[in-house]
Protein backbone atom coordinates (compact mmCIF):
# COMPACT_ATOMS: atom_id res chain seq x y z
CA UNK A 1 0.00 0.00 0.00
CA UNK A 2 0.56 3.98 -0.81
CA UNK A 3 1.01 6.78 1.20
CA UNK A 4 0.52 10.45 0.28
CA UNK A 5 4.40 11.74 0.88
CA UNK A 6 2.97 14.85 1.92
CA UNK A 7 0.35 14.14 4.67
CA UNK A 8 0.56 10.15 5.04
CA UNK A 9 -2.29 8.89 4.34
CA UNK A 10 -2.71 5.65 2.65
CA UNK A 11 -3.98 6.09 -1.34
CA UNK A 12 -4.20 3.37 -4.01
CA UNK A 13 -1.69 3.52 -6.92
CA UNK A 14 -3.95 4.68 -9.27
CA UNK A 15 -4.65 8.26 -7.64
CA UNK A 16 -3.06 10.98 -9.20
CA UNK A 17 -3.90 13.01 -5.76
CA UNK A 18 -3.93 12.63 -2.02
CA UNK A 19 -8.14 12.46 -1.36
CA UNK A 20 -7.22 14.25 2.53
CA UNK A 21 -4.56 17.25 1.19
CA UNK A 22 -5.12 17.12 -2.30
CA UNK A 23 -0.91 16.53 -3.24
CA UNK A 24 -0.15 15.31 -6.19
CA UNK A 25 0.68 11.83 -6.25
CA UNK A 26 3.93 10.54 -7.76
CA UNK A 27 3.38 8.13 -11.03
CA UNK A 28 3.82 4.70 -10.07
CA UNK A 29 2.85 2.95 -13.30
CA UNK A 30 3.56 3.49 -16.95
CA UNK A 31 2.73 6.47 -17.58
CA UNK A 32 0.07 6.85 -21.07
CA UNK A 33 0.74 8.00 -24.37
CA UNK A 34 0.40 12.43 -24.81
CA UNK A 35 -2.98 12.27 -26.65
CA UNK A 36 -2.92 14.00 -29.90
CA UNK A 37 -5.41 16.22 -30.90
CA UNK A 38 -7.94 14.28 -33.67
CA UNK A 39 -6.85 15.72 -37.27
CA UNK A 40 -10.40 14.37 -38.11
CA UNK A 41 -12.63 16.80 -39.13
CA UNK A 42 -16.55 16.83 -39.32
CA UNK A 43 -16.81 16.24 -42.74
CA UNK A 44 -15.06 12.98 -42.87
CA UNK A 45 -18.01 10.78 -41.40
CA UNK A 46 -20.36 12.23 -43.97
CA UNK A 47 -21.29 10.87 -47.39
CA UNK A 48 -20.37 12.79 -50.73
CA UNK A 49 -24.44 13.05 -51.21
CA UNK A 50 -25.63 14.88 -47.95
CA UNK A 51 -22.44 16.95 -48.36
CA UNK A 52 -24.36 18.13 -51.77
CA UNK A 53 -27.18 18.57 -49.85
CA UNK A 54 -26.05 20.54 -47.27
CA UNK A 55 -24.85 22.97 -49.73
CA UNK A 56 -28.83 23.51 -50.91
CA UNK A 57 -30.10 24.36 -47.48
CA UNK A 58 -32.24 27.87 -47.52
CA UNK A 59 -30.80 30.53 -46.56
CA UNK A 60 -28.04 28.43 -44.42
CA UNK A 61 -26.71 25.87 -47.39
CA UNK A 62 -23.79 28.32 -48.21
CA UNK A 63 -22.27 27.66 -45.32
CA UNK A 64 -21.66 24.05 -45.71
CA UNK A 65 -20.64 25.02 -49.28
CA UNK A 66 -17.95 26.83 -47.84
CA UNK A 67 -16.60 23.81 -45.66
CA UNK A 68 -17.38 21.19 -48.82
CA UNK A 69 -14.98 23.56 -51.13
CA UNK A 70 -12.46 23.87 -48.11
CA UNK A 71 -12.13 19.67 -47.24
CA UNK A 72 -9.17 18.36 -48.66
CA UNK A 73 -11.78 15.24 -48.55
CA UNK A 74 -13.87 16.50 -51.63
CA UNK A 75 -10.77 18.46 -53.57
CA UNK A 76 -11.33 15.91 -56.14
CA UNK A 77 -14.89 15.36 -56.18
CA UNK A 78 -16.35 17.09 -59.19
CA UNK A 79 -19.87 16.81 -58.44
CA UNK A 80 -19.34 17.77 -54.89
CA UNK A 81 -17.46 20.51 -55.29
CA UNK A 82 -20.14 21.66 -58.60
CA UNK A 83 -23.20 21.69 -55.88
CA UNK A 84 -21.10 23.66 -53.66
CA UNK A 85 -20.70 26.18 -56.07
CA UNK A 86 -23.71 25.96 -57.23
CA UNK A 87 -25.50 26.31 -53.95
CA UNK A 88 -23.11 29.33 -53.34
CA UNK A 89 -24.18 31.09 -56.38
CA UNK A 90 -28.00 30.40 -55.55
CA UNK A 91 -27.28 31.91 -52.27
CA UNK A 92 -25.92 35.08 -54.01
CA UNK A 93 -28.93 35.32 -56.40
CA UNK A 94 -30.90 35.47 -53.39
CA UNK A 95 -28.54 38.34 -51.72
CA UNK A 96 -28.72 40.13 -54.87
CA UNK A 97 -32.87 39.62 -55.60
CA UNK A 98 -33.10 41.26 -51.82
CA UNK A 99 -30.64 44.23 -52.25
CA UNK A 100 -31.85 45.28 -55.71
CA UNK A 101 -35.66 44.92 -54.84
CA UNK A 102 -35.49 46.58 -51.48
CA UNK A 103 -32.99 49.61 -51.98
CA UNK A 104 -33.28 50.24 -56.08
CA UNK A 105 -37.07 50.18 -57.27
CA UNK A 106 -39.91 51.94 -55.48
CA UNK A 107 -41.70 49.17 -55.68
CA UNK A 108 -39.47 46.55 -54.67
CA UNK A 109 -41.66 44.11 -52.79
CA UNK A 110 -44.04 43.88 -55.63
CA UNK A 111 -41.30 42.31 -57.81
CA UNK A 112 -39.18 41.03 -55.25
CA UNK A 113 -41.66 37.96 -53.82
CA UNK A 114 -42.06 36.46 -56.43
CA UNK A 115 -38.55 36.59 -56.76
CA UNK A 116 -37.41 35.08 -53.60
CA UNK A 117 -40.00 32.65 -53.90
CA UNK A 118 -38.61 31.76 -57.34
CA UNK A 119 -35.38 31.24 -55.55
CA UNK A 120 -36.11 29.63 -52.28
CA UNK A 121 -38.65 26.74 -55.20
CA UNK A 122 -34.92 26.62 -56.69
CA UNK A 123 -33.34 25.38 -53.46
CA UNK A 124 -36.30 23.28 -52.33
CA UNK A 125 -35.96 21.41 -55.83
CA UNK A 126 -32.27 21.02 -56.07
CA UNK A 127 -32.33 19.16 -52.16
CA UNK A 128 -34.84 17.06 -53.78
CA UNK A 129 -33.28 16.57 -56.73
CA UNK A 130 -29.53 15.91 -55.15
CA UNK A 131 -31.07 13.95 -52.71
CA UNK A 132 -32.54 11.43 -55.64
CA UNK A 133 -28.77 11.55 -56.40
CA UNK A 134 -29.29 13.56 -59.47
CA UNK A 135 -27.26 16.44 -61.58
CA UNK A 136 -29.35 18.97 -62.04
CA UNK A 137 -27.83 22.17 -63.66
CA UNK A 138 -29.63 25.37 -63.26
CA UNK A 139 -29.83 28.26 -65.95
CA UNK A 140 -26.78 30.21 -65.90
CA UNK A 141 -25.85 29.32 -62.33
CA UNK A 142 -25.14 26.11 -63.39
CA UNK A 143 -23.21 27.32 -66.20
CA UNK A 144 -21.03 29.57 -63.74
CA UNK A 145 -20.68 26.51 -61.30
CA UNK A 146 -18.96 24.31 -64.14
CA UNK A 147 -16.52 26.81 -64.85
CA UNK A 148 -15.20 27.49 -61.11
CA UNK A 149 -15.47 23.82 -60.64
CA UNK A 150 -12.76 23.36 -63.79
CA UNK A 151 -11.16 26.52 -63.42
CA UNK A 152 -10.67 24.98 -59.24
CA UNK A 153 -8.48 22.07 -61.06
Partial sequence: MAFCPSCGNSVTPVDRFCAKCGAAQPVTGPVPPPRRPSSKSG???ISPRNASILCYIPMVGWIGAL???AADRFRQMRDVRF???QGLYL???WLIVDL???ELL???WMIGRPLK???FAAWVYMLYQTSRGLMVRLPFIGELADRS???QK
Avoid: Y
Wanted: no cysteine; charged share 20%.
Fill in 67 to 69: FVL
Fill in 43 to 45: LDD
Fill in 91 to 93: FVT
Fill in 149 to 151: VDE
Fill in 106 to 108: PQG
Fill in 100 to 102: VTK
Fill in 83 to 85: HAF
Fill in 117 to 119: FAV
